[in-house]
């Protein structure tokens, strides 16, 4: 095979995305350039690279194949210009970090605060959910990513660096709201409204739930922090989420958070790497960072 780096580059990206108009978006061509690079590969393998599932495009058994090996590849590249400039002493390259999509609340801001700080740093964050978080930690996709609940099932190193402070929250002519301590039993009387099945947030409150002997069932399920906040105004239900999601709306009053026993709930945000996979200069320098002054950092935003 005669493969160029950038035909792995555009693969990788395909499969990735399962997409080529969303591919081609990542990298700035049109979508029939990246479609014949794709085309080519194709060729040069002999077999099909894709099969396709509805509008989703899945790598075939030789594509997952293809799909490893310019990981691999592209990944020991990258590795090589790390090296290089951590020999050059320079605090350099890029610094990929997944986090999921509670996170965005923050992380944009810490890495703002991070890259002021060293602007050779080349930061790239993606906001996902939780399902394609563990997705792109399986494939050593991110130096570092940002979750509110470790990761099981894989080698993994798991840093505690912030607190996720949970509230009930309500809209201000709830019945509840200015009521207190409500006990948990007549919150669970009321609608309660869940982010989906996977969701941090979501585990933490029902396992407060559970531990005081209550079953609730979501009266609706809803796929972000943004949704949750809308439907919780339209007096759909009671929401439950992290205080940073909810700075602008409860100092204008849009929302109250309610005095619920045994709430709030402080968990962690934990910045996950693989175990078997040394971090970058930058990467270890931003871990470094956030520990110190996550904090301090994320307080500006409240």
């Not at 035909?7 to 029939?32: C, D, I, K, W």
């Not at 990246?34 to 002999?46: N, P, Y």
């Not at 029902?206 to 209550?214: I, K, R, T, V, Y």
């Not at 809803?222 to 100092?251: M, N, R, T, W």
Request: proline share 7%; aromatic share 6%; charged share 20%.
């Amino acid at each position: 095979m005669h493969t160029t780096l950038q035909q792995m580059r555009l693969y990788e990206a395909v499969a990735r995305h399962g997409s080529f108009t969303r591919a081609a978006q990542e990298v700035n061509l049109s979508q029939p350039a990246v479609s014949i690079q794709v085309k080519r590969l194709e060729e040069q393998v002999g077999m099909p690279l894709f099969d396709s599932i509805g509008r989703t495009l899945v790598p075939t058994p030789a594509g997952e194949e293809l799909l490893a090996a310019s990981r691999d590849i592209l990944g020991r590249l990258e590795a090589l210009d790390v090296a290089l400039d951590d020999l050059r002493g320079d605090m350099a390259g890029p610094l990929r970090v997944a986090a999921v999509t509670t996170a965005k609340y923050f992380m944009p801001h810490l890495m703002g605060a991070f890259v002021r700080r060293h602007p050779k740093v080349r930061p790239v964050l993606s906001v996902i959910n939780r399902a394609n978080l563990l997705e792109r930690l399986a494939g050593h996709q991110d130096d570092l990513f940002i979750t509110g609940r470790i990761p099981g099932g894989l080698p993994v190193k798991a840093v505690p660096f912030l607190d996720n402070v949970i509230l009930p929250i309500a809209a201000p002519d709830h019945p509840l709201a200015g009521r207190g301590p409500i006990p948990l039993t007549d919150l669970a009387e009321q609608r309660i409204l869940k982010r989906e099945l996977g969701s941090g947030t979501r585990s933490a409150v029902e396992q407060a739930f559970e531990e005081a002997g209550l079953t609730v069932a979501p009266f609706m399920e809803l796929g972000s922090d943004e949704a949750i906040k809308q439907a919780v105004q339209a007096g759909l239900g009671i929401g439950f989420l992290s205080s940073y999601c909810l700075g602008p709306e409860l100092q204008t009053g849009r929302l109250v958070a309610l005095d619920v026993e045994g709430f709030p709930l402080t968990r962690q945000w934990y910045a996950v790497q693989r175990a078997n996979r040394p971090l970058s200069r930058a990467a270890e320098a931003f871990l470094a960072f956030m520990k110190d002054e996550a904090t301090v950092q994320a307080a500006m935003l409240r």
